[in-house]
């Protein structure tokens, strides 16, 4: 069993990729290998609207100069999704919704995502957190995929680097969501 985590903040050791890294380390001690993709910071196209995924169906969007199509594979390839946004503004930021629009188009057309477990997670440093952890788990759910939850929504309260893990809270969240996640791939297997 493998999980993809995906990191949508630019910061490659910011608290996304903190939060992603601590539920990958307690599910790799329960025997499920994980991958952190590194989503943010790219430079990425939004969708154009174009129909091409649509009209062609091969898993793949007809812009090939970005990350975005190596992101999917790695998704429709793993049992597991999660997917982190810092909370910017209250919403996503650009290169995770560019990754929904065009992921999303793709992979429901053809089930690629469907019955897999999705989990998405957010840092934020004082509010808007709710808009980012519902918008991810928007696209799971629209993809058919299974939604697990824990303790509190998947937040933490962190503002720089490195004050993920001084959130007692956010820590355990990550901590009963990963325990979730494995019960629930258990499951799923
Ligand atoms: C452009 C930008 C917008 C932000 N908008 C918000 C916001 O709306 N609400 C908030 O509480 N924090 C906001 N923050 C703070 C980040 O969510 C917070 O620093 C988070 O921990 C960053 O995660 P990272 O270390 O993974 O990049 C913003 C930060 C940036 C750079």
């Known amino acids: 069993m493998k999980v993809i985590g995906i990191n949508g ?16 380390d307690d599910l790799s001690n329960n025997g ?12 990425v196209r939004g969708c154009s609207g174009c129909n091409w995924c649509k009209d062609n169906q ?23 999704v999660i997917i982190g946004s810092p909370t910017y ?12 629009d065009r992921g999303g188009r793709i ?8 019955r897999k477990v999705g ?8 509010a808007g957190s709710m808009n980012v952890f519902q ?7 629209i ?7 824990s303790s509190y929504w998947n937040m933490s309260l962190a503002a720089a680097p490195g004050d993920y893990e001084k959130d007692e809270e956010g820590v355990k969240t990550m901590k009963t969501l990963a325990e979730n996640i494995s019960w629930l791939m258990g499951k799923l297997n």
């Open 135 to 141: 918008s991810i788990n928007n696209f799971f759910l």
């Open 9 to 24: 903040s630019p910061r490659k050791n910011g608290n996304t990729a903190a939060m992603i890294g601590s539920i990958l």
């Open 107 to 114: 992979c429901r057309s053809q089930g690629l995502l469907r």
């Open 89 to 100: 503004f209250s919403t996503l930021t650009t290169e995770t919704k560019a990754l929904i």
């Open 143 to 149: 993809q058919e995929m299974i939604v697990p939850g």
């Open 58 to 80: 091969v898993g793949r969007c007809v812009f090939s100069d970005d990350c975005i199509n190596e992101c999917i594979e790695k998704m429709a390839s793993a049992d597991a």
């Open 119 to 126: 989990a998405a997670v957010t840092p934020v440093r004082r």
């Open 32 to 43: 499920i290998d994980g991958e952190i993709f590194q989503l943010g910071g790219n430079l």
